[in-house]
């Protein structure tokens, strides 16, 4: 797998439901960040975590981070139709500068 | 305070052709990074740029592909003698200089390559 690997691939849900979404990476890392990008738009950036923290909160997002996994997940909660987006995870390598690896992504569908 | 600008956003060229692709970052951001997103795949870094140095460009393709980022002016990536695998969206995000622990990286909407 490659660093970065986001699962699963496609989540279609309704509207209200929570969505789950996770990431695999291979290498340490100094953070661990994730975007929204709707269909044939510019990627928004959500939150970042560091690999000091554990849980970071925004709103209706949570995200996680267990670097003894190498693992991060996203959880949107009381979703809405305007949630469907593809939400990439990037990581900033350690020793990579600044750099970002991004993961092949999960494209969410929220129906009504 | 705008953001991240990129021109054109859309840019046809026929092969062969030079593609020029433009990034102003955000105000008070020195460092560049341009990504490549090929269609139904996550971004692919190319290169990081401070003013006038180029810090990484171990994305870039050995050939054809260049970067800059001006003491004045936008980061430029140019593209020449375009061939129909170039044709991508392409990404330019900004940030301040990275922190201990590195900071967000705020992305433009993307200059989207056709080649004919």
């Known amino acids: 797998s490659q660093q970065g690997e986001e699962d699963p691939q496609a989540l279609s849900i309704q509207e209200g439901e929570n969505a789950t979404m996770n990431c695999s990476y291979k290498?340490?890392?100094?953070?661990l960040q994730w975007y929204r990008q709707n269909s044939g738009r510019g990627l928004v950036h959500l939150i970042l975590?560091?690999?000091?923290?554990r849980e970071k909160h925004s709103g209706r997002l949570r995200v996680t981070l267990d670097t003894s996994k190498k693992s991060s997940s996203l959880l949107i909660t009381a979703s809405r139709a305007a949630d469907t987006a593809s939400y990439f995870c990037?990581?900033?390598?350690?020793?990579?500068?600044?750099?970002?690896?991004f993961g092949t992504g999960t494209q969410l569908k929220v129906e009504l | 305070n705008a953001g991240v600008m990129q021109n054109p956003r859309h840019l046809v060229r026929r092969r062969g052709q030079e593609a020029r692709l433009r990034c102003s970052p955000m105000?008070?951001?020195?460092?560049v990074y341009w990504y490549r997103q090929l269609p139904e795949e996550g971004l692919k870094f190319m290169v990081y740029l401070q003013k006038e140095n180029i810090i990484d460009e171990s994305g870039m393709p050995k050939e054809r592909f260049s970067a800059e980022f001006p003491k004045e002016g936008p980061s430029i990536l140019r593209i020449q003698q375009v061939v129909r695998g170039d044709s991508a969206a392409y990404f330019c995000?900004?940030?301040?200089?990275?922190?201990?622990?590195?900071?967000?990286?705020?992305f433009g909407p993307g200059t989207r390559l056709t080649v004919l």
């Open positions: 975590i560091r690999s000091n923290e």
């Open positions: 995000a900004s940030s301040p200089l990275p922190g201990l622990g590195g900071n967000e990286q705020f």
């Open positions: 290498t340490s890392i100094n953070n």
């Open positions: 990037a990581s900033a390598v350690t020793g990579g500068g600044n750099k970002l690896t």
């Open positions: 105000k008070g951001h020195s460092h």
